[in-house]
């Protein structure tokens, strides 16, 4: 279970609420929690790979390729994506970022 989490908390920035899909799994983890892989459990250990495998999937990057960067913020946080467009003439996220109040505390334009 450990390595599972490692590995999916490793690309947890490209799955939309992973903290709360993997909260089941975590709190299997809590000392003197019986082990018990129920129904919840086990959404929990699929959905995350069904996550990855959706759109939007990061394209590579390709250096010689112009990019875009698109911003959003609010009082809640702020959070970035930045585009490529690919050979379909589409635009295509090539990496994410999100910061919370809590980190733009720390974090340096």
Do not use: W
């Not at 590995?7 to 000392?31: C, E, H, V, W």
């Amino acid at each position: 279970m450990k390595s599972f989490l490692g590995l999916t908390g490793y690309i947890r920035q490209f799955m939309p609420g992973y903290s709360k899909t993997a909260k089941p799994l975590s709190d299997m983890l809590l000392n003197g929690v019986e082990f018990e892989f129920g129904p919840m459990q086990r959404q929990a250990f699929d959905r995350p790979k069904e996550l990855l495998c959706q759109s939007p999937a990061l394209h590579i990057f390709q250096q010689c390729e112009p990019l875009e960067l698109h911003t959003d913020a609010s009082s809640h946080g702020f959070g970035e994506v930045l585009l490529q467009r690919s050979d379909d003439g589409q635009l295509h996220p090539i990496h994410y970022m999100k910061t919370s109040p809590q980190q733009q505390k720390t974090v340096e334009l």
